[in-house]
T-cell receptor, first 114, second 115 residues
């Protein structure tokens, strides 16, 4: 595996379900990010982990719970979601100190909440 | 706070022609970076080109070039010799140049390349 991978690629869940999105980066980076992309809206940053510590949480509802067990893995735990949470969830990673702070993105998980 | 504005919801171009996608930004930070990403229908965000706020020359990467006009706070993407595979959403983004970088994205421009 190379780059940033995300599983599952597609997820359909009911409002009472609990599920988790997984992201893995194979680039040796030390920062990881979760973004939400809703239809016709710009990407919204949800969470940032820098050196495995959460450094930003952009007013995200508590039904979204991130976890970063090590520098290569990032999870987004989902619980009692709403239909408006249906979106593409993108994970990204970067190396702090790189000259341009470029973020490398995974292919995303397309989530549908029924 | 940073803000990115992309005023073109959609653009059409014929194959082999050049096209310019507009991007203006707003920030009070003196040190920042500007990025362009391509998002095909598969969903993955693909990095295209980067311009640092202190870079003296406009960035170029193959068929992509960035027309950086700092005084006007614009960072337009120029794609030369368009190809059918260039059809996708294009996002302009801005990030800071220190520490971890949270990117602020524009709403994107859908580019359609016709034969």
């Amino acid at each position: 595996e190379t780059g940033v991978t995300q599983t599952p690629r597609h997820l359909v869940m009911g409002m009472t379900n609990k599920k988790s999105l997984k992201c893995e980066q194979h680039l040796g980076h030390n920062a990881m990010y979760w973004y939400k992309q809703s239809a016709k809206k710009p990407l919204e940053l949800m969470f940032v982990y820098s050196l495995e510590e959460r450094v930003e949480n952009n007013s995200v509802p508590s039904r979204f719970s991130p976890e970063c067990p090590n520098s290569s893995h990032l999870f987004l735990h989902l619980h009692t979601l709403q239909p408006e949470d249906s979106a593409l969830y993108l994970c990204a990673s970067s190396q702090i100190g790189d000259y341009n702070n470029e973020q490398f993105f995974g292919p995303g998980t397309r989530l549908t909440v029924l | 706070a940073q803000k990115i504005t992309q005023t073109q919801p959609g653009m059409f171009v014929q194959e082999k022609e050049a096209v310019t996608l507009d991007c203006t930004y707003d920030t009070s930070d003196p040190s920042y970076g500007l990025f362009w990403y391509k998002q095909p229908s598969s969903g993955e965000m693909i990095f295209l080109i980067y311009q640092g706020s202190y870079d003296q020359q406009n960035a170029t990467e193959g068929r992509y070039s960035l027309n950086f006009q700092k005084a006007r706070k614009s960072a337009n993407l120029v794609i030369s010799a368009s190809q059918l595979g260039d059809s996708a959403m294009y996002f302009c983004a801005m990030g800071m140049n220190s520490g971890y970088s949270t990117l602020t994205f524009g709403k994107g421009t859908m580019l359609l390349v016709s034969p």
